[in-house]
């Protein structure tokens, strides 16, 4: 299917977004955040280092660069997050958050495995690597 790499690039921006504003949205209170992780047993010192991994990582995702690695990298982050924070069966509403970080994980290894698809940094260095 010649759509194919550009279903991808869309793919992968689509993810990206979800972490540059989720992560950008943490900037305005990492202390809460911070409050919010140690509630699940991570370290709150955590925070910024967990603020900087989704907005860089989406960053690096939306531009194309090094997405293998960063989506295997973001595909571990949905499923740990989704578990610590999210697997509660009692409540519905958690659950679907819980699922919906599965869902997440999933798009994050076929990315991986897939590549970056069209219009990336990744393909154009690949590109150029070739012809010369």
């Given at each position: 299917?010649?759509?194919?790499?550009?279903?991808?690039?869309?793919?992968?921006?689509?993810?990206?977004?979800?972490?540059?504003?989720?992560?950008?949205?943490?900037?305005?209170?990492?202390?809460?955040?911070?409050?919010?992780?140690?509630?699940?047993?991570?370290?709150?010192?955590?925070?910024?280092?967990?603020?900087?991994?989704?907005?860089?990582?989406?960053?690096?995702?939306?531009?194309?660069?090094?997405?293998?690695?960063?989506?295997?990298?973001?595909?571990?982050?949905?499923?740990?997050?989704?578990?610590?924070?999210?697997?509660?069966?009692?409540?519905?509403?958690?659950?679907?958050?819980?699922?919906?970080?599965?869902?997440?994980?999933?798009?994050?290894?076929?990315?991986?495995?897939?590549?970056?698809?069209?219009?990336?940094?990744?393909?154009?260095?690949?590109?150029?690597?070739?012809?010369m």
């Amino acid at each position: 299917m010649q759509s194919a790499p550009y279903v991808t690039a869309l793919a992968r921006v689509l993810l990206a977004l979800l972490f540059i504003v989720s992560g950008l949205g943490k900037l305005s209170d990492v202390s809460g955040f911070a409050g919010f992780m140690a509630s699940g047993g991570i370290p709150a010192f955590l925070a910024w280092p967990v603020v900087l991994f989704e907005i860089l990582g989406g960053l690096a995702l939306l531009l194309g660069v090094l997405t293998r690695p960063v989506a295997l990298a973001m595909a571990g982050f949905c499923l740990l997050s989704g578990l610590l924070y999210h697997f509660v069966p009692s409540d519905q509403m958690q659950m679907s958050s819980f699922y919906k970080n599965l869902g997440l994980t999933g798009g994050f290894l076929l990315l991986a495995v897939q590549g970056a698809g069209a219009l990336a940094l990744d393909t154009w260095r690949t590109a150029r690597r070739t012809a010369m």
